[in-house]
């Protein structure tokens, strides 16, 4: 027995080496890879433009501390503000802290505490962020919890009217909970909570960790809602493999985090910088969002021309190359067998195959995972 926490459920594959959408395991066996480490390599493993970056970053120097300038930071927080609604960027290592950094602004901010947040949702797993995440079977044993953020139901505007009180700060959600079963959020929802928001003093935040960097066709999730968020938190796509997270706010809490109030070591680290800065040349271009869009566009045909008609699948949606294949029951087998044929998929809760391929994707590999998972799915 390996000494290691067993903290993960996992399939009886061990990884050897990995490259674009192929993952090769230790008997040499190859895999198209749907799941892209899910939805971190975005550009597919070792992206040749990504990996020149990082090998140059690494002849040059690893680490320096945030007490210097770091000038790589600061191209990579141009592309995101370049590319989305906010102004300023704090760089962390990991969705979960990128969200903690969010929930922390919005305490500094407004001296409130609490934060709505929708059931079903997930922000990640540490003590505030699994506080702040929707799910019980998150959070059983880890109590008592942070107590301050109450939960709605996701597309439900009456709820969030009906849970903002004094002491509300913010409201933070996905714009497609990914975890919680690829569930696409409404467009009048967001756009009354934004709303909501502007009216009561509230932050809004949007938590794009699955969602950011090109995955839904567009540089962010929320760009196909007109909405304009206070927070933007990414991480996952940002590095394309090397951690790095992010959280980009609005000009107007700038001076909420001042030098000392918040930190963190390895954030904004050079190697994760040099991989999100290559990672952000590509993906921010349009013809790249635009060549997603297409294959989107193609790989929602597909699974709706070879499984919209099967009696297991109830519903087939998600935006850009995040899709959730809704089945009538457990989906653990089809996702297994699927792994022995050599696609590797994952499940968002018990019932929803979810496909994050690589952005990168070709046509030809959407052909034969579609076929892969039709041809499972009826012998299942
Ligand atoms: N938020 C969302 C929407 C996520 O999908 C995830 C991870 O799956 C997280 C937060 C947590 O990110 P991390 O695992 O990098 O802490």
Same mark, same amino acid.
């Given at each position: 027995?390996?000494a290691l926490?067993?903290?993960?459920?996992?399939?009886?594959?061990?990884?050897?080496?990995?490259? @674009?959408?192929k993952?090769?395991?230790?008997?040499?066996?190859?895999?198209l890879?749907?799941?892209?480490?899910?939805?971190?390599?975005? !550009?597919g493993?070792?992206?040749?433009?990504v990996?020149?970056?990082v090998? =140059?970053? !690494?002849?040059k120097?690893?680490?320096?501390?945030?007490l210097?300038?770091i000038?790589?930071q600061?191209?990579?927080?141009?592309a995101?503000?370049?590319?989305?609604?906010g102004?300023y960027?704090?760089f962390?290592?990991?969705?979960?802290?990128?969200?903690?950094?969010?929930i922390?602004?919005?305490r500094?901010?407004?001296?409130?505490?609490?934060?709505?947040?929708?059931?079903?949702?997930?922000?990640?797993?540490t003590?505030a962020?699994?506080?702040a995440?929707?799910?019980?079977?998150?959070?059983?044993?880890?109590?008592?919890?942070?107590?301050?953020f109450e939960?709605?139901?996701?597309?439900?505007?009456?709820a969030?009217k009906?849970?903002? =009180?004094a002491d509300t700060g913010?409201?933070m959600?996905?714009?497609?909970?990914g975890?919680?079963?690829v569930?696409v959020?409404?467009?009048?929802?967001?756009k009354?909570?934004?709303?909501?928001?502007?009216d009561? =003093?509230? !932050?809004?935040?949007?938590?794009?960790?699955?969602?950011?960097? @090109?995955?839904?066709?567009?540089?962010?999730g929320?760009?196909?809602y007109?909405?304009s968020?206070?927070?933007?938190?990414?991480?996952?796509?940002?590095?394309?493999?090397?951690?790095?997270?992010?959280?980009?706010?609005?000009?107007?809490y700038y001076?909420?985090?001042?030098? @000392?109030?918040?930190?963190t070591?390895?954030?904004?680290?050079?190697?994760?910088?040099?991989?999100?800065k290559?990672?952000?040349e590509i993906?921010?271009?349009?013809?790249? #969002?635009?060549?997603?869009?297409?294959?989107?566009?193609?790989?929602?045909e597909?699974?709706?021309?070879?499984?919209?008609?099967l009696?297991?699948?109830?519903?087939?949606?998600?935006?850009?190359l995040m899709?959730g294949?809704?089945?009538?029951?457990?989906?653990?087998t089809?996702?297994?067998?699927?792994?022995e044929?050599g696609l590797?998929?994952?499940?968002?809760?018990?019932?929803?195959?979810?496909?994050?391929p690589?952005?990168?994707?070709t046509?030809?590999?959407?052909?034969?995972?579609?076929?892969? #998972?039709?041809e499972? #799915?009826?012998e299942?």
């Open positions: 027995m390996p926490f067993n903290t993960y459920n996992r399939f009886d594959l061990s990884v050897a080496e990995a490259e @674009g959408t993952v090769t395991d230790m008997n040499g066996k190859t895999y890879d749907f799941g892209s480490g899910i939805g971190v390599n975005n !550009l493993h070792r992206h040749l433009t990996q020149e970056a090998q =140059d970053q !690494l002849d120097y690893w680490h320096v501390s945030n210097y300038h000038p790589l600061e191209d990579v927080a141009q995101l503000v370049n590319n989305s609604a102004d960027v704090f962390c290592n990991s969705g979960a802290e990128a969200n903690e950094a969010a922390k602004l919005a500094k901010a407004t001296g409130k505490t609490k934060i709505i947040t929708c059931k079903q949702s997930f922000h990640g797993r003590i962020t699994m506080s995440t929707g799910q019980e079977k998150i959070q059983t044993g880890f109590g008592p919890l942070l107590p301050s939960y709605v139901s996701f597309n439900d505007i009456q969030v009906n849970a903002i =009180d913010a409201v959600l996905e714009v497609i909970q975890e919680g079963g569930i959020g409404d467009p009048t929802f967001l009354e909570v934004e709303q909501l928001c502007k009561n =003093d509230l !932050l809004f935040i949007i938590d794009e960790i699955q969602t950011g960097i @090109g995955r839904t066709a567009k540089p962010f929320y760009q196909h007109g909405i968020p206070d927070v933007i938190t990414v991480a996952k796509g940002l590095g394309n493999g090397l951690p790095v997270g992010a959280m980009i706010a609005k000009a107007k001076d909420v985090l001042g030098p @000392g109030s918040h930190g070591t390895f954030g904004g680290n050079p190697l994760a910088m040099a991989a999100a290559a990672v952000l993906v921010f271009q349009d013809e790249f #969002i635009e060549a997603v869009k297409n294959k989107a566009t193609y790989l929602r597909q699974l709706q021309s070879k499984l919209g008609e009696p297991f699948v109830s519903e087939i949606r998600g935006k850009g899709i294949i809704e089945c009538k029951d457990d989906v653990s089809v996702v297994s067998s699927l792994m044929k590797l998929v994952l499940n968002a809760g018990p019932n929803v195959i979810r496909l994050l690589p952005l990168v994707v046509e030809k590999e959407i052909d034969l995972a579609v076929q892969l #998972i039709a499972t #799915i009826q299942n």
